[in-house]
């Protein structure tokens, strides 16, 4: 094991660490979710209670759906589930419906470019050779039908991009990583390179042969690793700003990597936008006095898998320790180093030469990933990012230039206004502006200063300009007076209806007190699905109306509207702690998730959600250990590909003594729709 000194928890191949948060509810709105609360907690531990003020949004969708002139123009029909649900399940093997089969594909390791150095089931690949192979713990994917540049949909032949979030050290390497403390305070470089690499992104030409067999597509152009190392650009409000100047970018307009890479959001032009989540972790910093920019986040004293103290002492790995030197500046140590994560990061799959580009207009904070909107010729594209943190917030981009299917590209992400979402209890909504042009902001900023902001306890000295404000995010949210939410995961938008959903994972914290009617469960374990609509249908409004989905837990947990129980969970769809969420093109909502297994639950799961029934069903139960994150499909809806991360044991491989992340890929026997 690697980390003896540090937070044990990271000794936990899926513990995901959850760093602050701020105080956002006055006792009189405390006050009046209690009032307006409807139903009763019904069940065992952990079981939900529904508390919908009056606000039904149920149904609202179907009737919008023609009028607003949005894709599929599909009947309600399209949305029914066909396939009978799965049992729970805790073999160390996927489980899915009957008439379906699944395969592993593109475990970690898998070579995808450069002289396709092959897997060696001992550990013993080089940190060169991880460079051209697919990296670890899968995570968010999008499948880009080859022909998508000239308009096609092909099903059988597309780029797989998927993230690598972070790794299992003991995996990864023959013997496990060397310990610092056990080798002179430094780690051997090679491996250090091999886990920097093992992060990251994969593109993946895939192919679909006469058998429908995939396989890669060897010597593609397109196959390309993305990795913690890759040069990238920094654009939008904090490019060349003083906070991000490093030695390696004297401007602040360039960075190395990117890192934690949970969910991601495909851009209506064709690209993929990677989030980086808990990047803090990967920093350490001995400063006893640290910038707010680490504070508020967690960048701490040691980190998660010290790279910092490669043996090498290359700059590359020398600058995850942001430590100010004795003497130095930003110009000659990597103090500000970490300013450059925390952001979406915009890669093209379908240029392969092209620099990532980190989006920074987008916010900086514990990204899960993005949603975007569907556009609409002549209007401003509008995305939603969580904050997957406990008592984060979820944020909402609109761009200042409207959208032109001709000419649109990333630059379209670095102008345009950030906001953050206030839930109020009586079911309405508020998107706050963060941008100190704005009045109401400006004053709240004002009158902030010299106070102690949030739970953080940070003492507020004001903002720069706005792209301090962007720097510190989570701070200006806290100032605006955003709802804090049970841990944001991933979002998704309604083909048919145009209603957001947010997965709000868990939070085990949340006491009596800070209960709020968009977060009513006290030391929420099980987590719980928050959707809304914007004002008038439009994704660019500043006004909401919201309710809860469905509440997670046991047997008999119920979600109900006005008193009228909506959900009554039974065997067929029991699960906790909801993570990945993708609408599929047929509008079926996709639900996963990343919780705790037991006798009731089993392992790590998928559900399939009719979003105007609220039915929903178990369609895949994943092996043992790991979470279930990451879904696409290809257009024709008739191959579903699904990550399995950090499995355990020798998943998916029984011959070989290490597990694998793989993508698992799903059909129906019949050729048929998945899910249908
Ligand atoms: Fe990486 Fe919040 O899941
Ligand atoms: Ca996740
Ligand atoms: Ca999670």
């Not at 991000?244 to 190395?256: D, F, G, I, M």
């Not at 010299?450 to 953080?456: D, I, Q, W, Y």
């Not at 997965?503 to 987590?527: C, F, H, K, M, Y």
């Not at 609408?583 to 639950?601: A, E, K, P, R």
């Amino acid at each position: 094991m690697a980390k003896h000194h540090i937070d044990s928890n990271y000794l936990d191949p899926d513990y995901e660490p959850v760093v602050n948060h701020s105080d956002n509810t006055p006792f009189h709105e405390v006050m009046a979710a209690r009032m307006q609360r409807r139903t009763v907690m019904k069940g065992g531990v952990g079981a939900a209670l529904a508390s919908i003020m009056g606000v039904s949004l149920a149904g609202c969708g179907s009737s919008d759906s023609k009028s607003s002139g949005t894709t599929g123009g599909s009947s309600s029909s399209s949305t029914e589930l066909g396939f009978k649900a799965v049992p729970v399940s805790s073999a160390n093997t996927v489980v899915v419906p009957e008439g379906y089969s699944s395969e592993a594909f593109l475990p970690w390791g898998t070579p995808i470019t450069g002289s396709y150095p092959e897997y060696r089931a001992d550990g013993t690949n080089t940190g060169a050779e991880q460079e051209q192979q697919v990296g670890m713990h899968h995570d968010g994917m999008h499948f880009y039908p080859i022909d998508l540049k000239s308009g096609g949909s092909a099903s059988s032949e597309g780029l797989l991009v998927m993230n690598h979030e972070y790794i299992n050290q003991s995996a990864l390497h023959a013997n496990g990583a060397t310990d610092s403390g056990d080798n002179g305070g430094f780690r051997p470089a090679d491996e250090v390179r091999k886990e920097i690499a093992a992060h990251g992104v994969s593109v993946v030409h895939i192919k679909q042969n006469s058998e429908g067999k995939w396989d890669v597509v060897f010597g593609s152009p397109y196959n390309r690793r993305i990795t913690g190392g890759t040069a990238m650009d920094l654009r939008g409000p904090a490019r060349g700003y003083s906070k991000l100047v490093t030695p390696y970018s004297l401007n602040a307009t360039e960075t190395r990597g990117t890192l934690n890479n949970c969910s991601m959001g495909p851009t209506p032009w064709g690209t993929y936008l990677t989030a980086e989540e808990n990047w803090h972790g990967y920093f350490a910093t001995s400063a006893a006095d640290r910038p707010r920019e680490y504070v508020r986040h967690g960048v701490g004293s040691s980190s998660r898998y010290d790279w910092e103290l490669a043996d090498s002492g290359l700059d590359q790995y020398v600058r995850f320790n942001v430590t100010p030197q004795d003497g130095g500046t930003a110009e000659t140590d990597y103090r500000n180093e970490a300013n450059t994560f925390g952001y979406m990061v915009e890669i093209d799959p379908f240029a392969p030469e092209s620099k990532p580009q980190k989006r920074t207009a987008l916010g900086r904070f514990g990204h899960e990933g993005v949603i975007f909107a569907p556009v609409t010729e002549g209007q401003p594209v509008v995305c939603y990012s969580g904050d997957d943190s406990r008592y984060e917030y979820i944020y909402k981009f609109v761009t200042a230039r409207p959208y032109n299917a001709a000419t649109a590209n990333g630059s379209l992400l670095d102008e345009g206004t950030l906001y953050v979402a206030r839930f109020n209890d009586d079911g309405s909504g508020e998107w706050l502006t963060l941008s100190l042009d704005d009045a109401g902001f400006a004053s709240k900023v004002a009158a902030a200063e010299g106070t102690e902001v949030g739970r953080s306890g940070i003492l507020f000295a004001g903002f720069e300009n706005q792209a301090d404000v962007i720097v510190n995010t989570r701070l200006a949210a806290d100032i605006a007076g955003a709802t804090p939410m049970d841990r944001p995961e991933w979002g998704a938008v309604d083909p048919n209806s145009g209603e957001v959903y947010f997965t709000l994972t868990n939070n085990s914290q949340r006491t009596e007190a800070e209960t709020d009617a968009a977060n009513p469960i006290v030391e929420n374990r099980n987590g719980h699905i928050i959707r809304w609509k914007e004002a008038g249908n439009d994704h660019a409004a500043t006004a909401f109306e919201w309710d809860i989905f469905v509440f997670a837990g046991e047997q008999g947990t119920e979600t109900s509207v006005d008193g009228d129980v909506v959900v009554s969970l039974t065997d067929d769809n029991i699960f906790n702690s909801p993570d990945g969420l993708w609408f599929d093109y047929n509008g079926v909502l996709w639900i996963q998730t990343d919780g705790y297994s037991n006798d009731t639950y089993g392992n790590q799961m998928m559900l399939a959600a009719n979003p105007e029934t609220r039915e929903i069903r178990r369609f895949f139960v994943g092996p043992s250990g790991c979470e279930v994150t990451g879904v696409v499909t290809t257009p024709d809806s008739k191959t579903m590909f699904v990550n399995i991360q950090h499995p355990r044991s020798n998943w998916p491989n029984a011959s070989e003594d290490r597990p694998r992340d793989a993508t698992v890929i799903v059909t129906r026997d019949d050729g048929g729709v998945i899910g249908a």
